[in-house]
């Protein structure tokens, strides 16, 4: 019979057994575990990374010049040697120069662009309207990013293709004046960016800066909602770091120009010491969290974060191969979306009108700062080297190493798969990978028409998970797809245009 009474006792002592779903509750427990161990390897991989982006804007600085100088040298001191090759330089030389070149033609053309106009210019704005300019900065930042690496890239290819006419070699021009106009109005953007920032740090109230930190929280309602596979998470990463990178050069840039202002007074230092904290610690925040309510809403592991790290460990290592198709600078370029060149124009720009040198004494401190950065430089590549050769030996990738790049013609895959590189005999697979990340690269003569190059760490991570049967089927249903079924897909591959590798 039923009552008040029964009812009360049934609720008071009702029970439940939480075994009874068992595979559940544990999956729950393994999302709080995965969201526990995300900041470490988010934190991991961003150092990471933010290194490998630090090796390649020293090199600007440091050994781009020397390799100039010996591309040089070599360019005058050919007909005494007489030319041996039909080459006059090496393409990686070439590119050196070309690189050097428009170095220095930005450095001379941001002269006249005037810092102190400019600062007051944008001083002189509203709140509102300088953080919706920045907001738009940072979208043609990114553009800029994307668009900017396909233009080198098409000015080093168009440079040093084999040409059978010496007329050909005019289609260089166009492309290097390309090359020029954007480094130089990326430099200009950068440099907007940098003033903009330089305000906020110097208003009164901090309502400009609270609100630029405001914007990066705003990050995470535009991509944790979104549905986010490795490919994807792994672009986004890659963008993170260059971002991230950016911000910390900005900041130094910052910096230098107020300490200038104050007559380096180093008192003045701790007072921008707070603001620089608030603004690395905003970053550092946003990206734990992004990440890791992406990572809950998508079921991906915390391991993802590992390859990550082996596949831009593999870009660094393949670049020391004997078939290296790209400076390892340009890889960076290509997987992160950094492009040294302008923020190095940039910061030359900055550092000379904020320093004087005046004096023998000056002019030997500089000497040493820059045998300091050469150092610097050195050390970091050992070190990344060995990192990089150490996680490449954890993926268990040292096969792909071997392997020569697969190589097609434009429009058409190859239809003969190439043959593996055998190690030496004498060697073990450790000794056999770090013997050939210290070879030279070797020019292949066997194909002649030019060939588009795929890096195989492209294939790393965009593989679907499955046994071979199953792969073998979706390429076999692939091939019968219409071209409309692959305009869906656009948006799963790319971000602004560029393929997630």
Not at 19 to 40: D, F, L
Not at 232 to 248: A, G, H, P, V, W
Not at 270 to 280: E, N, Q, R, S, Y
């Amino acid at each position: 019979e039923l009552s008040l009474l029964r009812f009360l006792s049934a609720e008071l002592t009702r029970g439940y057994f939480l075994e009874h779903n068992e595979a559940k509750y544990t999956e729950r427990r393994e999302r709080v575990y995965t969201c526990m161990r995300i900041p470490r390897e988010l934190e991991k991989l961003m150092i990471f990374g933010i290194f490998l982006c630090l090796d390649a804007f020293l090199y600007v600085f440091t050994l781009l010049p020397l390799r100039v100088f010996l591309a040089l040298f070599r360019l005058l001191t050919l007909p005494c040697y007489g030319l041996r090759d039909r080459r006059l330089l090496q393409p990686a030389q070439v590119c050196d120069i070309l690189k050097g070149v428009i170095l220095v033609i930005c450095y001379f053309m941001m002269h006249y662009v005037d810092y102190s106009m400019m600062y007051h210019l944008i001083r002189g704005q509203s709140v509102i309207k300088l953080y919706i300019i920045y907001n738009m900065l940072e979208v043609a930042d990114r553009l800029f990013s994307s668009f900017g690496q396909d233009i080198l890239d098409a000015l080093y290819w168009t440079a040093t293709e084999p040409k059978e006419r010496k007329r050909a070699h005019i289609g260089v021009i166009p492309h290097f004046f390309m090359a020029v106009l954007y480094v130089f109005l990326h430099a200009i953007l950068i440099m907007v960016q940098a003033t903009t920032l330089n305000v906020a740090f110097n208003s009164h109230n901090k309502s400009l800066l609270t609100i630029m930190m405001s914007n990066n929280f705003v990050e995470i309602k535009g991509s944790v909602f979104k549905k986010f596979e490795k490919n994807n998470l792994f672009q986004m990463s890659n963008s993170d770091i260059k971002e991230r990178f950016t911000n910390y050069v900005l900041l130094l840039i910052v910096c230098l120009r107020n300490m200038e202002q104050f007559s380096w007074n180093p008192d003045h230092l701790w007072v921008l010491f707070p603001d620089v904290c608030m603004v690395i610690a905003s970053e550092i925040a946003v990206d734990i969290v992004k990440h890791a309510f992406i990572t809950k809403f998508n079921d991906i592991t915390a391991d993802v974060y590992s390859e990550y790290r082996a596949s831009l460990a593999f870009d660094l290592v393949s670049s020391r191969q004997k078939n290296a198709y790209t400076d390892y600078s340009d890889s960076v370029a290509r997987r992160m979306g950094f492009i040294p060149l302008p923020l190095a124009v940039l910061l030359i720009r900055v550092v000379t009108s904020s320093i004087k040198v005046q004096g023998i004494l000056s002019y030997a401190c500089v000497i040493l700062f820059y045998f300091g950065l050469i150092s610097l430089k050195v050390l970091n590549s050992i070190v990344l080297l060995g990192k990089s050769c150490q996680y490449v030996k954890e993926a268990k990738m040292e096969e792909k190493l071997s392997n020569p790049p697969p190589a097609s013609a434009p429009g058409k895959p190859s239809s003969k798969s190439q043959n593996k590189c055998k190690p030496s005999p004498g060697l073990s697979k450790e000794e056999n990978l770090s013997a050939s990340v210290t070879n030279q690269p070797v020019h292949q003569k066997e194909n002649v028409i030019p060939l588009l190059v795929t890096s195989s760490s492209d294939q790393f991570l965009t593989t679907p998970d499955g046994d071979e049967k199953d792969i073998t089927q979706e390429n076999s249903e692939l091939k019968h797809r219409s071209s409309k079924k692959d305009l869906l897909e656009i948006d799963r591959f790319t971000i602004c245009g560029n393929r997630i590798d």
